[in-house]
């Protein structure tokens, strides 16, 4: 890798793309939510469900009401899916799957010593390459959670056409919490995500600059 940037400019193109996409695309499905806050069945709510009824506070929403929202939804839903392609292409296509994506044989034990390390259990951060094997996992679940997004959004979408993908999630009703769970989990990971840049500041130079060359 001798004379590349630690960070190509398409991973900082996706990336920088991703941070204001996903934002709209978070408050613009929560304006969805309050058109009925309710999960399962009409007159059948899932009685497992602790948030029925749970209406988000009107500044994390975007959109006004249904139609307006669902308008943002999906005209930023097609751009998330075609920067996540463009980024998955290059990622298998260059080879830099190998050190961002998580391994288990190679990254589980290095993960759990570096959380050792944030809980001070440990005095001295573990030996690491590019990313530390909890930052590729941290990144590989946004992938994978990505993915459900998308798939879980498709059978909200078209639940009688794409009968098959809907069945995944165990029909229309299933899909939505999959979708909102998905939304919960990407927040947590984003917010992580956030904590470790402000630790690390380094890292936001590199996703500005590219890094210096090695």
Same mark, same amino acid.
């Given at each position: 890798?001798?004379?590349?940037? *630690?960070?190509?400019?398409?991973?900082?193109l /996706?990336?920088?793309? &991703?941070a204001? =996409?996903l934002? %709209?695309?978070?408050?613009?499905?929560?304006?969805i939510? =309050?058109?009925?806050?309710?999960?399962?069945?009409r007159?059948l709510?899932y009685?497992?469900?602790?948030?029925q009824?749970?209406? *988000?506070?009107?500044?994390s929403?975007?959109?006004?009401?249904?139609?307006?929202?669902?308008a !943002?939804?999906?005209a930023?839903? !097609?751009l998330?899916? /075609? &920067?996540?392609?463009v980024?998955? =292409?290059?990622?298998? #296509?260059?080879?830099? !799957?190998?050190r961002?994506?998580?391994w *288990?044989?190679?990254?589980?034990?290095?993960a759990?010593?570096q959380? #050792?390390?944030?809980l001070?259990?440990?005095?001295?951060?573990?030996?690491?390459?590019f990313? &530390?094997?909890?930052?590729?996992l941290?990144?590989t679940? %946004?992938l994978?959670? #990505?993915?459900?997004?998308?798939?879980?959004?498709?059978?909200i979408?078209?639940?009688?056409?794409l009968?098959a993908?809907?069945?995944?999630?165990?029909?229309y009703d299933?899909?939505?919490v #999959?979708h909102l769970v998905?939304?919960?989990?990407?927040?947590?990971?984003?917010?992580?995500h956030?904590v470790?840049?402000?630790?690390?500041?380094? /890292?936001i130079?590199?996703?500005?600059?590219g890094?210096k060359?090695r």
């Amino acid at each position: 890798m001798t004379g590349v940037r *630690p960070q190509p400019w398409i991973i900082r193109l /996706a990336h920088w793309i &991703n941070a204001p =996409v996903l934002l %709209i695309m978070a408050m613009s499905g929560l304006q969805i939510l =309050v058109a009925y806050p309710f999960m399962g069945p009409r007159g059948l709510t899932y009685a497992w469900w602790p948030l029925q009824g749970w209406v *988000p506070p009107e500044w994390s929403r975007l959109g006004g009401w249904l139609a307006g929202a669902r308008a !943002w939804h999906f005209a930023f839903a !097609w751009l998330i899916v /075609a &920067n996540a392609v463009v980024y998955l =292409v290059y990622l298998f #296509a260059s080879g830099q !799957w190998r050190r961002r994506l998580f391994w *288990p044989p190679r990254d589980t034990g290095q993960a759990l010593l570096q959380v #050792a390390y944030y809980l001070r259990l440990r005095k001295t951060a573990p030996p690491s390459g590019f990313y &530390n094997g909890l930052q590729r996992l941290a990144y590989t679940s %946004i992938l994978v959670l #990505a993915a459900v997004e998308v798939l879980s959004g498709l059978a909200i979408w078209k639940p009688v056409q794409l009968q098959a993908l809907a069945w995944i999630f165990g029909g229309y009703d299933g899909a939505r919490v #999959a979708h909102l769970v998905g939304l919960m989990l990407l927040g947590l990971l984003t917010a992580g995500h956030l904590v470790m840049v402000l630790l690390h500041p380094r /890292a936001i130079l590199e996703m500005l600059t590219g890094g210096k060359k090695r």
